[in-house]
């Protein structure tokens, strides 16, 4: 047993001084002495025989309370939070005030908690869930991706590039004053059409043909954190090439939705585009209710709470980028921001995440939307298929009470669906 005191601070942190008793200090000293005893190896004595007083000069007494500290502290911070009753967040801050040869131990730990939270309004906040109508346009520009997913590309060596044929370029892009011979050469698939594509290149290209070299200078935007600049590039055509579409007939119908007419694709294509509406609308309702709920409700948030979310998102961020195979310069660029705007934007994602997180946990607890064993079973299924490896493993892999965490949210996420839309999903829709 040991005696607790609790002190309340700002940003969810509490100090808790604890004092443990004489004769539990003088336990984990005899365990330390005979654990140090036992390892020390000193000259004219078999190991772990040599006299206590002998060991105590040869590896100095502060040692032996150090093991002793070792012995103590972690137990006794443990049933000091039991008994207090909060919820660490956090690895505690320990400070040893009293710790003297024949009495008690009392140390002081300070630590962030799992903050006191006002869940606000999650009930019948009147969503209303519009999904986009399909206009037959649409599923003619569906149906024209669909020809070009089915498309294949031929070679026309013959021909110079223009309007409706893609060019296949070795390209070097260096700074204004850099050197193009040294530059790395990838290889890209242009269409002169494309708006994306700067002036300077299109013009550059139409009437080139195989084996034609191209150098002209291309204008980069500005961005908040560089300059607007000129680079130099330089392009060799490989091959020019165009792309035949499949016909729009019986036939085409068949290969791309399994159905015997076009009337039958429109009508697939428009319920395909439907379905997609209705799910985007669907996803769209999610999030502004979570957003909603988040913005009524309020928690002192822990510092340490927010800084592990950021510290995920940051090695998420990285782990992307190498997949990628993106520096973090050449993703700010492409971004148009600099560092210190990425840092912030990110923490105050990470904000945002940890109180969606306790709205969520609060709407499972008040609701009673704990996840069933069976519910876990399948997840953990799920996972270990994702995975690709057995169930065993998933378990190693991810602890129950995550995988129960994640199922209690996801629950939450559907039942405030339900109970905040008008016209609002059916059961199955809200589990998508």
Known sequence: MVRVAVER??????KLEVDVGVEEVERAWQAAVKHVVGRTVIPGFRKGKAPLTLVERHVGRAALREETLDRLLPDAYNRAVEQAQVEPVGLPDVEVLDFEDGQGLRFAATVDV??????????????EIAATEITPAMVEREIEDWRDLHGHLEDREQEAVRSGLLALVAQRVVPAAGDLDRAEEKLRLVDVNSPELPQAMKEALVGAKVGDVREFMVSLPATESEPSQEVRVRVQVKAVKEK????LDAEFARTAANVATLEELTETVKNKLSVAAREEAISRARMSIVNQVVAGSSADLPESMINRRYADL???LMEDLRRFRMDLAEYLRVLGADRERLESDMRERARREVMCDLVLDAVAAAEDLAATREEQESAYQALAKSLGVGVEAARKAVPSDSIARTLNRDKAVDFLLRANTIGGPTVEEAGT
């Open 9 to 14: 601070m700002e940003r969810s942190r509490v």
């Open 314 to 316: 940051q090695a998420k």
């Open 244 to 247: 035949i579409l499949p016909p």
């Open 114 to 127: 799992r903050p006191e939270f006002r869940l606000g309004t999650y009930r019948g906040l009147g969503i």
